[in-house]
């Protein structure tokens, strides 16, 4: 079940907030959404914003719900993040595991991502907060071992594909 969530982490190159632009919607009778979706530019003919629902390449039409879109608002324009350069997202694992750094991600649902193979790659695995602390230099450190374990996750911050974020087709 879709839930309201704050996806945006941060910028790793410093942005203070993510890139927000108005994007349109169909009615909300039509298509409920909640805040953190991952949507698709595939509704209305291509026009409008939608839940992604299926491994897809996006092609520059990628974008994070900003805002839910209850059942019955009208069709119009709501905000929308544009993943860009460096944004770091959050979103649940399809089934928690061990995701070290540069893993590919895919679609799993609207607000999840999987590990497993799909056809297109939708993001990259770019957080540590489950890897072990640093390891301290055996000769000047007499501190215990930190391992190598990387410990299993539910969830995985990412950076999203940029050629399928809608940032590619407004810097083209």
């Known amino acids: ?9 941060g910028n790793m190159f410093g942005a203070k907030e993510p890139l927000i632009v108005l994007g349109l919607f169909q009615a909300g009778a039509t298509q409920a959404i909640k805040r953190g979706e991952i949507l698709e530019k595939t509704g209305a003919t291509n026009t409008a914003w939608v839940p992604m629902d299926s491994d897809f390449n996006g092609a ?3 974008a994070i719900a900003n805002e839910e879109i209850k059942s019955g608002d009208r069709a119009g324009y709501y905000e929308i993040i544009v993943p860009r350069p460096g944004d770091i997202f959050e979103y649940e694992l399809a089934a928690a595991s061990a995701v070290a750094i540069g893993t590919s991600l895919y679609y799993s649902s609207s607000e999840k ?4 193979a799909g056809t297109y790659v939708l993001a990259i695995a770019v957080g540590q907060e489950h890897y072990p ?3 301290g230099h055996l000769a000047d450190d007499a501190s215990g071992d930190a391992g190598t374990t990387v410990r299993s996750t539910s969830y995985v911050r990412m950076t999203f594909d940029l050629a ?5 087709a407004l810097v083209v």
Do not use: D, E, F, P
């Not at 079940?1 to 982490?9: C, I, S």
């Not at 399928?164 to 590619?168: C, F, G, H, K, R």
């Open 133 to 135: 602390q640093k390891q």
């Open 1 to 9: 079940m879709a839930t309201n969530h704050v996806r945006w982490v």
């Open 113 to 116: 991502v999987t590990v497993t």
């Open 60 to 62: 520059g039409n990628i």
């Open 164 to 168: 399928s974020s809608l940032y590619a």
